[in-house]
C-alpha cells in the first residue's frame, strides 16, 4: 500500500468533508431564516424566481463550467495552461454575453406582458445566475487541481455569507424574495472574487506563452455542448414540479414545496457533490484521455462501488427520517410550514436515488462520453416534466413529490443501463458507430 497516496487522499477527503458540511449546516440554517422572514407565498415567488437562475447555469453556464473543470488536468499534462486559461475566458465571455441578451428579452417580455412587479426578482436572479456560473467555473479549476482546502473553503464561506446578506438586504429593503436573491448574488460576487485571487496563485498572471488556445476552446466545446442540450430539459424537469405547482394550487403551496425539497433533496444533493467533488478529479486523472483500458475498467470499477454504498446510505436515511420527521421540522423551519413534514422522507428518497444516478453519469463524463447521455438526459426530463404537470393537476403537494420519486426512479436506471458495460466493449460501440 502507498502511504504516502492514502495520507494525501485522506488529507483532501478531510477537506472536502469539512467544506460540505459547512455548506449543508449553512443550507440548513438560511431555511430556517428564512421561513422566519417569508410568509409561505414568498417563500414560492422566491422558488419560482430561482428557477430563472436555474435555467441559465443549466443551459448557459453548466456546459461550459464542465468543459472547463474536464479539460484542466488534460492542460496540465501538457503543459499549456496559459492556452487553456486563454480558452477558458474566451468561453466564459460568450457565455456571458448569452445571459445578457436573455435578460434583455426576458425584462422586456415581463414589462410588455404587464408583470412589472417580477422584474426586479427576474433581474437579481440573472445577475446570480452569471456570478454562481463564475463562481461554479472557478471553483471546478481548483477541484481539477486538487486545491481542496481552496474548494472547501470557497463553498463555506458562500453558503454562510448567503445568510447574512440576505438578512442584512431584506432588513435594507424589506422582506421579499427580490431581497433574498439580491443578498444571494452579492454573496456570489465576493466569492468570485476571492476565487479569482486564488486562481491566479494557482495559474499564474495573465500572460504567458499560449501553445494552442483555439484548439482548446474547440475541444471543451466538442465535451461541453451536450450539457447545453440536455441542460433545457433538466432545467424544465426540475423547475416544472413549482411552476405546475403554481399553475394548479398556489404560491403558498409552492413555497411547502420548496421548503420540504430543500431540507430533504438538496442536502443529499450537497453531499453527492462532496463525493463528485473528491472523486471527480480523481477519475479524471485515472482515465485521462480515456483511451487506455486497464484504466477505464479502474474507474468502472471504482464508481459501481460507489454507487451501491449511495443506495444502502439512502434506504438507512429514508428510514430515519420517516420515524423523525416531524422532529425535524420542528427543529429546522418555522411553524407556518410544518404540515408537510410527512413528506420529507420521500422527497429523501428521491433525492438519494438520483444521486446514485449521478454517481454514474460522473462515470461516463471520466470516459469522455458525454453524448452516449443525450437521449437519458433529455427522455427522463421530458418524462418528468410529464409526471410534474399530472401529478400537481390531480393531486397537488402530494402528486408532485410522487412525480419526483419516479423520475429519480427511472434515471437512476437508465444510467445504470449506460454504464453497466464494461468501458471496453462501450469504446467498441463507439468506434464502429
Known sequence: MDISRVRRLVKEGSWIVTGQAAVVLGALVLVRVLTDYLEPAQYGQL?????????????????????????????????????????????????????????????????????????GLAAAALVLSVLSGYNASLSGIQNAARQRAVVAFHG???????ILLAIGVMLWLGSS????????????LLVTGSQLF??????????????????WRHQMWAYSWPFSIWGVFSWAQQASDRWALQAFATTQEVGMYAVVFQLGYAPIGLVTGMAMTFLGP????????????????????????????????TALVFVLTFLLHEWIFHMLVAAKYRVVSYLL?????????????????????????????????????????????????????EGVVAALVCFSGIYFLWMAWLAQHPPASVNHHLRTS
Open 47 to 119: 422558488a419560482l424566481g430561482l428557477t430563472v437562475a436555474g435555467l441559465v447555469n443549466q443551459v448557459v453556464m453548466g456546459g461550459v463550467t464542465a468543459g472547463i473543470g474536464r479539460f484542466y488536468t488534460i492542460a496540465a499534462e501538457k503543459d499549456d495552461l496559459p492556452g487553456y486559461r486563454h480558452a477558458s475566458r474566451q468561453l466564459m465571455g460568450y457565455a456571458t454575453a448569452v445571459v445578457v441578451l436573455i435578460a434583455l428579452v426576458l425584462i422586456a417580455g415581463l414589462l410588455w406582458l404587464g408583470y412589472s412587479q417580477w422584474v
Open 156 to 162: 463555506g464561506l458562500d453558503a454562510w455569507l448567503k
Open 177 to 188: 424574495s427580490a431581497a433574498a436573491v439580491l443578498g444571494y448574488a452579492l454573496s456570489s
Open 198 to 215: 486564488f486562481l491566479r496563485r494557482l495559474i499564474g498572471p495573465q500572460g504567458g506563452k499560449r501553445q494552442s488556445s483555439a484548439n
Open 282 to 313: 480523481i477519475l479524471y486523472q485515472r482515465s485521462g484521455s480515456a483511451t487506455d483500458h486497464t484504466r477505464n475498467a479502474s474507474v468502472h470499477r471504482i464508481a459501481w462501488r460507489i454507487t451501491f454504498i449511495g443506495l444502502l446510505v
Open 345 to 397: 422522507p420521500w422527497v429523501v428518497l428521491a433525492g438519494g436515488i438520483f444521486a446514485a444516478g449521478q454517481m454514474l453519469s460522473l462515470k461516463l463524463m471520466s470516459e469522455m462520453k458525454s453524448t452516449v447521455m443525450i437521449a437519458a438526459k433529455i427522455g427522463t426530463a421530458i418524462l418528468g416534466v410529464s409526471l410534474n404537470i399530472f401529478g400537481a393537476a390531480q393531486f397537488g403537494l
